[in-house]
């Protein structure tokens, strides 16, 4: 369940640039853009997109797989096939304990 980066370009108030791709012109109308973004926006995750998926009965998983019966040479023989059509994804999980931002730019521990 590891976390990665944003992937959505566009703007993020954690970015090097504060005015979100602009370039500021004076070092300090930079700064000042940064704290205001900073104070608009939270270094806390609350939602994730799920990995689970719910098929045609209504069941939730990771993965589906349908028990398939092989004849070869006389012999029967049960292979467990993958099902990957038809699935639904589950959506936007909440989380229990808000996490924070993978891009959040600040050390939090040193050690």
């Known amino acids: 369940m590891g976390g990665s980066g944003s992937k959505v370009k566009g703007v993020w108030p954690f970015s090097g640039n504060g005015a979100g791709g602009e370039a500021a012109s004076d070092g300090t109308e930079q700064s000042v853009t940064r704290l205001k973004a900073s104070r608009n926006a939270t270094p806390f995750v609350f939602t994730r997109r799920s990995s689970l998926y719910y098929d045609e009965d209504g069941d939730l998983?990771?993965?589906?797989?349908e028990e398939m019966?092989?004849?070869?040479?006389?012999?029967k023989k049960s292979k467990l096939k993958r099902i990957q059509k038809n699935l639904i994804p589950q959506?936007?999980?909440?989380?229990?304990?808000?996490?924070i931002h993978v891009d959040f730019p600040i050390i939090i521990c040193e050690v």
């Open 69 to 75: 019966v092989v004849t070869k040479n006389g012999r």
């Open 61 to 65: 998983a990771h993965e589906f797989y």
């Open 91 to 99: 959506g936007m999980v909440k989380l229990d304990h808000p996490c």
